[in-house]
């Protein structure tokens, strides 16, 4: 069955750094954005970052200059590299792709960020 597979969230203090690795299992998701959302406890889900086929990418105003997404298509798998992480980043994570017109999510991760 397609699923994606997510890993990489756990805890860091302040400033540090985490990679999020979101891999979709049963076909190539090469020829489909894939975004990254987050929801804080008691907050809406929101979107974080997205890449498109060509790897043009787009981030929230709140993470930009500090999350960069990348793609491996050999590996199938789509990174988060989140950099001067702030306890604002907590939240658990998910991938998400709409492929062949199905919505497909991540289990999600969870990312704890400590003063």
């Known amino acids: 069955q397609y699923h994606f597979v997510e890993s990489g969230g756990g805890l860091v203090q302040s400033g540090g750094s985490l990679t999020l690795s979101c891999r979709f299992s049963?076909?190539?998701?090469?020829?489909?954005?894939i975004t990254w959302f987050r929801q804080a406890p008691g907050k809406e889900r929101e979107g974080v970052s997205c890449i498109s086929v060509d790897r043009t990418t787009y981030y929230a105003d709140a993470v930009n200059g500090r999350f960069t997404i990348s793609r491996d298509n050999a590996k199938n798998t789509t990174y988060l590299q989140m950099n001067s992480l702030e306890p604002e980043d907590t939240a658990v994570y998910y991938c998400?792709?709409?492929?062949?017109?199905?919505?497909?999510w991540g289990q999600g991760t969870q990312v704890t960020v400590s003063l």
């Open positions: 998400y792709g709409a492929i062949d017109s199905i919505h497909y």
């Open positions: 049963g076909r190539t998701v090469n020829h489909y954005a």
